[in-house]
Each structure stands twice: as structure tokens, then as C-alpha cells.
């Protein structure tokens, strides 16, 4: 119920969505819903990682909700404006606003509108992106104060590299801890890289398929808050990978210290 919440409120919050639109949201809100209770409902790995983890998934969950939640409401400000559409809209314009200097994630997002962009669009556009990616950072440092707090994934008690990490083969390859360091450096490479290569890659390719146009609001809504939490959660993995090997690592080293005292004492 909570994905399919996620998925259509802009269609419920918006005003002058058509029928067909509101058709289509519900189609992909009841399939990843479906998707949803198949994942969980199963014992065996499928497409979701740290499925029995928590709360990887559910703070992931519930930063994308609340970044959606907050775009709709600034757009709806726009036709109908209340006093929480003008104090989240408020908010946002003085992030985005001290976020935006040259070369920074929000200011390459700005530069992705067209040349003959009203001022008023480029500020929607710098606000919404200015709120997206404060909401992100919050994320990432809540998420390391639960693992700060919780002894993630620890603290869960027994972890299943198996179901957690479909993905991830541990009999291929070299040493399992050593991968998984290394998957965990790329993850967060990328996860600080992505908020600045996806407007350069979009920037680049718009000359053969034309430039970025941000006007329908639900496009601007879908777009801005994945260029924010697709980072995020590229940088969770990192982290989340990296406390997974440091778990077997002490797994192996209390092995070890283990058997080295077991031999001791039968000598």
C-alpha cells in the first residue's frame, strides 16, 4: 500500500491530471506493488537487496517518499497556493539558491532547461533540486547514525549474504571480503559522481535528441527526485557493502583466534 501511495501522489495531490494519465500511474503503482509482496513474500533471493535487513529499505523508502511528497506540494503551490506550499517552496528556493553556485550538481541541473526557459521555470526547476538533494544528504547521515546506533547489520543478528545481495556471486572471483570492498569503493565513487554526470551525460546527448524540457509537472517531479536518490542510494549500498565485509572479516578473525585456542589447548 505504501508504494502504491508513493507512486500516485503526484496524480493525487496535482491538479488537471487527465484520466489517462491517472490510468497509466495506477497500472505501474499496482505492478510494483505486486513486485513488492513477491519480493518479501519469498524466502529466496529475487531483485531486492538487503531485503531482510532493515532499515536499509526503509529509509530509502521513505527519503524517495518524502522527496516526491515535497515536489508535488511545491507544484501544486503553483496553481493553488496554501501556507505549506509556500513554506516548503520558501525552503526550498534558499537551498537551492545557496546550492547553486558554478559547477555544483544543482546548478549543472539548471543549465540542463533550454535557453528560452522563463525565470520563473528555472526557479521552480533550482528549488526543486535545491530540496532533492538536501534530502539526500539527510538520508546518507541518517543512515549512518542507525548504523552508528543499530551495529548494522550486526545488530539484526544473522546476516545472509545469499538473500541480501542477490546480485553478488561469493563463490566467483577472488577473496568475498576483498570484492565486496571493492564493490563498495565503486558504489560510492559513483554515488558521489552521478549528481554530476548524469546533467553533463543529458547536456551531451541532447544534440542529437533534442533539448531537456522540464515543463509537465509530473516529469519534473519523477525526474528531480531520482537524479537525487539514485545517488543516495548508490552511496548506502557502498557503505552497507563495506559494513558486510567488515563483518566477515571479524567473522574470520574470531574463527581463527577460535582455532588457534582450540589447538592450544589439545597440545
Not at 503503482?29 to 533471493?45: C, H, K, R
Not at 542507525?146 to 543478528?157: A, K, V
Request: charged share 15%.
Amino acid at each position: 500500500m505504501l508504494v502504491v501511495l508513493l507512486i500516485a501522489t503526484p496524480s493525487l495531490l496535482l491538479p488537471g491530471v487527465d484520466s489517462d494519465a491517472k490510468q497509466i500511474v495506477a497500472l505501474v503503482a499496482i505492478f510494483a506493488a505486486a513486485l513488492t509482496v513477491f519480493e518479501y513474500a519469498s524466502t529466496y533471493p529475487g531483485l531486492v537487496e538487503f531485503r531482510d535487513a532493515p532499515p536499509f529499505n526503509r529509509i530509502r523508502f521513505v527519503s524517495l517518499f518524502i522527496t516526491v511528497f515535497l515536489l508535488t506540494v511545491i507544484i501544486r503551490g503553483q496553481v493553488e497556493p496554501t501556507t505549506l506550499t509556500r513554506f516548503v517552496e520558501a525552503v526550498g528556493t534558499l537551498i537551492g539558491v545557496a546550492i547553486d553556485f558554478p559547477f555544483s550538481p544543482v546548478r549543472l541541473v539548471v543549465l540542463l532547461l533550454p535557453e528560452n526557459t522563463s525565470p520563473a521555470q528555472v526557479s521552480l526547476v533550482r528549488t526543486a533540486a535545491g530540496l532533492s538533494y538536501l534530502i539526500s544528504l539527510l538520508t546518507l547521515a541518517y543512515f549512518l547514525i542507525i548504523l552508528r546506533l543499530r551495529h548494522w547489520p550486526g545488530g539484526n543478528g544473522s546476516f545472509n549474504v545469499w538473500v541480501n545481495l542477490p546480485t553478488f556471486d561469493p563463490t566467483a572471483g577472488s577473496d568475498v571480503v576483498r570484492r565486496l570492498e571493492r564493490d563498495a569503493r565503486l558504489n560510492i565513487a559513483l554515488g558521489f559522481m552521478l549528481p554530476f554526470l548524469l546533467p553533463t551525460a543529458v547536456r551531451a546527448a541532447s544534440s542529437l535528441f533534442g533539448s531537456v524540457t522540464l515543463d509537465n509537472p509530473q516529469t519534473l517531479i519523477w525526474t528531480v527526485a531520482a537524479w537525487a536518490f539514485l545517488p543516495a542510494s548508490l552511496f548506502m549500498r557502498g557503505i552497507a557493502m563495506g559494513r558486510v565485509a567488515e563483518m566477515i572479516a571479524a567473522k574470520r578473525r574470531k574463527t581463527r583466534a577460535e582455532a588457534a585456542e582450540a589447538r592450544l589447548q589439545t597440545a
